[in-house]
């Protein structure tokens, strides 16, 4: 398979460079309805608490990215999972995000062959997954080790408002800043009780997100990625599950998804998005317009 980014083909892109393992997941992948953005000031004063009512609780994990935008930067870990056709896939990411730069990094282990075996994922003993570099800025996405015929030195980069899933699931790391975005469309929030998470005692909320929503309160960064999703997504919202600390930092969060996969019916997407260590920092560094790879990316054959 051969493709170029080419407006809405650059879904396809990303796609394709992932090693074809969520391949389809853009073509079909919908979600539907605001936030006031003058809440976003109220961020600071919104603390996670036992005994919070619904509207403080909804509040809460609709400000989560206003709280990370003040806690600066932080450690990562994402899980992305698919379940297809009784194969298993999970694709594992980990680096850093400075959230009050909208920078981040991470290394993302995608399967490598003979990973995906009915009902259970990872891969067989001694069998080498490549490691893939992932650098998110606003509106952008950088892949580096990416694509079959990419020059080693070279970096892809798709401009995430061209995603039909706005980066949040097809590249195989949710951009954790999306993730947390995501949540300004939150509604019907419950709060499920407390736990230890990383470290740290948490409480968890559980509801839905509507992505047309949470688009229209995004940060100017994040806009054009959540609206592009809320047109190219299955669906009128997406199942969250959000852990925020005392400080009211979200700790983890977890959407899910169900798109269609051609050739296999429905696909079931669970994207987990860590944080940890706040206050580390992160330094990126974007590659420069020469280190740019402009020719076509090349996908192996599923």
């Known amino acids: 398979m051969v493709v170029q980014e080419r407006g809405r083909g650059g879904a396809v892109v990303a796609t394709a460079v992932a090693g074809g393992i969520a391949a389809g997941l853009l073509t079909t992948a919908g979600c539907s309805a605001g936030v006031a953005a003058g809440d976003h000031g109220k961020a600071a004063a919104v603390r996670a608490a036992d005994g919070l009512g619904p509207g403080e609780a909804l ?20 899980y992305l999972e698919t379940v297809s056709g009784g194969t298993r896939l999970t694709i594992l990411g980990t680096g850093g995000y400075g959230f009050g730069q909208s920078l981040g990094r991470l290394r993302v282990r995608v399967p490598a062959p003979g990973d995906a075996v009915p009902g259970a994922a990872g891969a067989p003993a001694g069998t080498p997954r490549p490691a893939i570099t992932e650098l998110f800025a606003p509106g952008a996405l950088y892949m580096k080790n990416r694509g079959a015929g990419v020059p080693d030195a070279k970096w892809v980069r798709v401009a995430t408002g061209s995603l ?6 097809a590249n195989g790391a949710t951009d954790p800043l999306a993730a947390a975005e995501l949540l300004r469309g939150a509604r019907r929030v419950e709060y499920a009780g407390s736990e230890r998470s990383g470290g740290a005692t948490v409480r968890h909320f559980t509801g839905d997100c509507d992505l047309a929503r949470a688009a229209r309160a995004a940060s100017a960064g994040q806009r054009a990625a959540l609206a592009a999703a809320a047109k190219g997504f299955f669906g009128r919202t997406v199942a969250c599950d959000a852990y925020l600390d ?3 930092r979200l700790r983890k969060v977890r959407h899910r998804f169900t798109l269609r996969d051609a050739g296999r019916g429905a696909m079931d ?10 206050g580390a920092k ?13 020719g076509k990316v090349v996908s192996p054959v599923r």
């Not at 509040?59 to 450690?75: C, I, K, M, S």
């Not at 039909?164 to 699931?169: A, K």
């Not at 997407?269 to 706040?278: D, G, I, N, P, Q």
């Not at 992160?282 to 402009?294: E, G, H, Q």
């Open 59 to 78: 509040a809460a994990v609709r400000h989560a990215a206003d709280v990370l935008a003040e806690a600066g930067g932080a450690r990562v870990r994402t």
């Open 164 to 169: 039909g899933d706005g980066n949040l699931v």
């Open 246 to 248: 005392e400080q009211g």
């Open 269 to 278: 997407v669970a994207s987990t998005v860590e944080l940890y260590a706040f």
């Open 282 to 294: 992160v330094t990126v560094r974007l590659p420069p317009a020469t280190d740019i790879y402009t």
